[in-house]
């Protein structure tokens, strides 16, 4: 069962429309990747999750009831970027922001001392904040926002000030967030870099939900029977294939040996197109061409361009 | 911990452990013990040795007119000035030389020194001989230096304040006028400087996006009132600590630097402040009704209407900066509202003069009872006597200010606080007046 569902919300900021009827579901446990271009209305939904705006019309539930402002202590939300005092110490204000939500001092600072020894910070406890690089100050923001183990992590763009080596700690520490029983939402634009982490997807784009589910059923559905051939031959592919079961896509000379992408049109299976390669030419590698999210994305935002115009 | 009270403790320990409160913790009481010490200190060590002054006066004019003073000597040397000069300066004395002038009238005077002399030695010398020359030229044209004297008048009004009761009571206006400024001013400078610290306290966590975070837990009024009680003792705190430490710092001073004759070198330099003209007895009478005007004013009413209308003031001032910093996406669009908020402080300064002219005025006594303007005004007001129920009346009417005040900022400040990217307007700040929670 879905553990939070938004149900045909609209927000609507003075002349433009920042959410349109937007429904979607989070599985309990999930880890969801709430994906869209600047300026889609990605943050307005966040904050709606959150309740710091109300939706003009449309509801959110959680875990099966309407939203209340209890839930939100259950929430941790991280802000893109900032949300913490900068000319405070780390220290003071990891614990000040915890017993805020509702720790005693004592709890607050042994699970300090736990994250901080993970995430590997625990010198910096002393230093303000405002001395910090932006990676540092995020993985801070990352500690307060996680500390009092909420069931629902939203994190708005978190990899946004971050080295490679510090995205993939984030990515651990989020998937072992998920395993002990959180569930996660990211925001990003960056499709790329959640790709792998995420298991469910929401595509957003001019204010409405384009697409969501999950993400191998996503990939499935916009697979196109592309595959990639790596081979040792002079001959020409195209006196091997009948142009109307197979489409190259692509080909190229490497370095050593040639490489070509052939889409399989009318169904046909590629057992038959190696069937048909292998007494020609001698094959390295074979392997289907997934989409990856970001040409998933671009394909249905044009699509949903071209519907637009008509 | 209540939250409320964990938000208060964060917005007071910050602020009090800031580099810039310490300092003018520091400096304020350094400035007020410096300007209590300062003409007692400089006296001590004018005072310190005894000046000896050789005189060598060609005119003859002046013998025997020079008097020692306290800590000033004369003796009359005769010889020429070369000399003369040389023997008193290798004793470190001082030679008044006054030449044999071409008109008849010596009006020019030198003096030798091989340090700077006192200005007593100077200011002594120079009243002594424009007597004698005055007195001269009057001769010369036929007055009697006397009759001069006697028709000299200084006209010293006391007036005398009548209660209710009857009691009489002497008041120079003049203190009550000082008095008056200082406390009206206090509270203005007060009131404005921690409102603009609650304001942009507030801006600080909106434009930081801190409140998205923390308003899950907390309510947005407790947020508000606690950076509002939060910075109030701040206040407080450096209020009764520059209080503390002024007494402190002239108590190391008396003790450590004069070897505790304190008071007594107060009361030599009043003493000789009455002295010092001409045996004059009016200005030792200025000088006691100073001190008794200050006597006949109730401390104890000035001090706890000083905290009062200093918190009331700011509560009610600090709630609508906050709505303000809440209201504007950043600091910089604050100009527009604050000149509004702040006219009636700004209209009170500006009426001062007239209110401290005409204490009992209708105009004062209005602009008294007004919250917006009260604080300043009542202050100003309060040295010159003011019936207890007007004070009474203008108290309670600052409460109801400041709790309406504050619950209408509340709400500006609800929905402000968590709304970005719109141009505010009065109308806009109107709607959300009115929006359900």
Sequence with gaps: ?310 | MNKIALIIQREYLTRVRKKSFIVMTLIGPILMAAMILAPVYLSEIASGKVTKVAILDETGWFFEKFKDQDKIDFYYVDGDLKTEKVKALANKDLLLYIPLPELNIPVNAQLFATDQPGLNVSAYIKSVMKNIVETKRLMAVGIDPKVIKKTKTDINLITIKVDETGNEQKSNTEVEIGLAYLAGFMIYFFIFMFGAQVMKGVSEEKSNRIVEVIISSVKPFQLMMGKIVGVALVGLTQFLLWIVLTFVFVGIFQSGIMGGDFASVMQAQQGQMAAAQNGSGINAAAFSQVSEVLGGIDFKVMIFSFLFYFLGGYLLYSSLFAAIGGAVDQQADTQQFMLPVSLPLIFAVISSSVVIQQPDSAFSVWMSMIPFTSPIIMMMRIPFGVPYWQIGVSLGLLVIGFVITTWLAAKVYRVGILMYGKKVSYAELWKWLWYKE
């Design chain 1, 1 to 310: 069962m879905a553990y939070l569902r938004v149900d045909n919300v609209t927000k609507t900021y003075a002349s433009q429309k920042a959410l349109d009827k937007v429904t979607l579901e989070v599985p309990g446990q999930s880890i969801y990747g709430l994906l869209g271009p600047n300026g889609a209305g990605k943050t307005t939904l966040i904050r709606i999750i959150n309740m710091i705006t109300r939706p003009d019309s449309g509801e959110v539930f959680i875990d099966g009831h309407p939203l209340t402002r209890e839930d939100i202590g259950n929430i941790g939300y991280m802000p893109e970027e900032r949300g913490i005092y900068k000319k405070m110490k780390v220290g003071e204000q990891a614990i000040y922001l915890a017993r805020l939500k509702g720790l005693s001092k004592a709890d607050a600072l042994k699970k300090l001392k736990f994250w901080f020894d993970r995430l590997e910070i625990g010198s910096w406890w002393n230093r303000k904040v405002e001395e910090l690089s932006k990676g540092m100050q995020q993985k801070v923001q990352f500690i307060v926002t996680i500390l009092h183990e909420p069931k629902l992590l939203i994190f708005d763009e978190p990899f946004s000030g971050f080295d490679p080596i510090n995205v993939n700690i984030l990515k651990d520490e989020i998937r072992y967030l998920n395993k002990q029983g959180a569930t996660i939402i990211f925001s990003t634009h960056n499709m790329a870099s959640v790709e792998e982490i995420c298991d469910h997807i929401t595509l957003i784009d001019k204010s409405r939900n384009v697409l969501s589910g999950e993400i191998h059923e996503i990939k499935d559905q916009f697979k196109t029977h592309t595959f990639n051939i790596a081979y040792h031959s002079e001959t020409a592919l195209t006196s091997i294939l009948n142009p109307s079961d197979y489409r190259i896509v692509k080909q190229e000379k490497l370095r050593d040996g040639f490489s070509a992408d052939i889409q399989l049109l009318n169904g046909t299976t590629p057992n038959r197109l190696l069937t048909q390669l292998l007494p020609k030419i001698e094959i390295v590698a074979m392997q289907e061409i997934l989409p990856s999210l970001n040409d998933i994305f671009i394909e249905v935002v044009n699509n949903n361009n071209r519907s637009a115009h008509e």
